[in-house]
């Protein structure tokens, strides 16, 4: 079946760029999105990209998108301590009866 | 902030008890879905709804059974708890138009003791 990896953790120092990976396997992918989970809370769409598209921009983050080696990557610049959270990956294939397929997460850590 | 509520938001349960929880939106949108959330394995698609009384198994549905009789409320129901169903569920919405963005509510944090 499909399946959408990350790495678990990534700490950087505020101010310095992040850098989140994300691979998943289903070749029909449509859409892959990116949310952002506080403490507590529910996830919070970040941005998404198509997946004709190679990058998309929206203010200080990016996403590239590899389709040939299924990559996806978010960067957040000027990463701040309220940047603090976990990351998921997700991913809509053409087929998939409008169901996402999450990766486990990325949890960033940001240190003053 | 999409109009989803989630009750309760906490709960404390004993094994083989059942166990109903409500997700309520008011943003009209035709699909509802139940998911679980525990370490190291993300969200889990539970059950999901495409419109009034029309739902369909997700990934880990076993032990579980959901109910839509009004487009605004989407119910799950563990007719049995089992202390392998200690989680944090979360329901989202989406309208199935062109992105299709799933948009999640607060949660709510089930313990089955």
């Known amino acids: 079946g499909e399946d959408v990896e990350q790495s678990l953790f990534l700490s950087v120092r505020e101010g310095d760029s992040s850098v989140i990976n994300c691979t998943y396997t289903?070749?029909?992918?449509?859409?892959l999105y990116w949310y952002k989970q506080e403490p507590g809370a529910g996830l919070q769409l970040l941005t998404y990209?198509?997946?004709?598209?190679d990058m998309k921009q929206d203010q200080r983050l990016t996403v590239l998108l590899n389709k040939k080696d299924k990559h996806l990557s978010l960067r957040i610049a000027d990463t701040q301590t309220g940047d603090s959270a976990i990351y998921f990956c997700?991913?809509?294939?053409?087929?998939?009866?409008?169901?996402?397929?999450f990766g486990s997460g990325t949890r960033l850590l940001v240190r003053p | 902030d999409a109009g989803i509520t989630q009750s309760p938001r906490h709960k404390v349960t004993e094994t083989g008890t059942p166990v109903t929880l409500r997700c309520h939106q008011t943003e009209n949108h035709r699909y509802m879905y139940w998911y679980r959330q525990d370490p190291g394995h993300g969200l889990r698609l539970i059950h999901y709804s495409y419109g009034v009384k029309d739902t369909d198994k997700g990934e880990v549905s076993d032990g579980y059974s959901v109910s839509r009789s009004k487009t605004e409320d989407f119910l799950l129901t563990l007719e049995s708890a089992t202390s392998s169903q200690t989680s944090v569920y979360f329901c989202?919405?989406?309208?199935?138009?062109?992105?299709?963005?799933?948009?999640f509510g607060p949660g709510t944090r089930l313990t089955v003791l």
């Open positions: 989202a919405i989406s309208d199935g138009l062109d992105t299709d963005t799933q948009y």
């Open positions: 289903d070749s029909s992918s449509t859409y």
């Open positions: 990209i198509f997946s004709n598209m």
């Open positions: 997700a991913e809509k294939g053409a087929d998939s009866s409008y169901k996402l397929i």
